[in-house]
């Protein structure tokens, strides 16, 4: 038996068939550890600013606001004062009479680099300035 016949190869001694069927088992197991670890990593992906954006339409009456901005340099002021550094900013609020509770605007030119955007706004908070409200562009003075 040694030559095949009308093209049908010529069949070996144990005639083990090759299984043409698809093994879906590695699949599966790299879905579920893909699944494992999406489940454990998608709620440290997910970050918390506690934010208030400023209504339109102004502040309400008899409540006083902290305004500080960060100009296009990256130049922190507080009010209409000169420039501070991010270090001293809670010193700063507390010597205009601003307490946690008291609300700050923040205000930044759209040239600003959001990084130190963001790195105001850490400092704000670490420093216990939890009601933050977001001005879109800086006031032009």
Not at 91 to 120: M, W
């Amino acid at each position: 038996m040694a030559a095949a016949f009308a093209g049908r190869p010529a069949r070996r001694r144990f005639g083990i068939d090759q299984n043409h069927d698809i093994n879906v088992t590695p699949f599966v197991d790299v879905m579920l550890v893909l699944l494992i670890v999406f489940m454990v990593a998608a709620p440290l992906a997910t970050t918390a600013l506690k934010i208030d954006v400023v209504v339109p339409d102004g502040r309400p009456s008899g409540m006083r606001q902290a305004l500080v901005t960060i100009d296009a340099a990256g130049q922190i002021h507080l009010g209409a004062s000169p420039a501070i550094d991010i270090q001293d900013l809670p010193k700063a609020l507390a010597a205009e009479g601003a307490s946690s509770s008291t609300p700050i605007v923040l205000a930044a030119d759209q040239r600003l680099r959001y990084g130190r955007f963001v790195a105001v706004l850490d400092q704000l908070q670490r420093d216990g300035f939890y009601k933050v409200s977001l001005m879109p562009t800086l006031p032009q003075t």
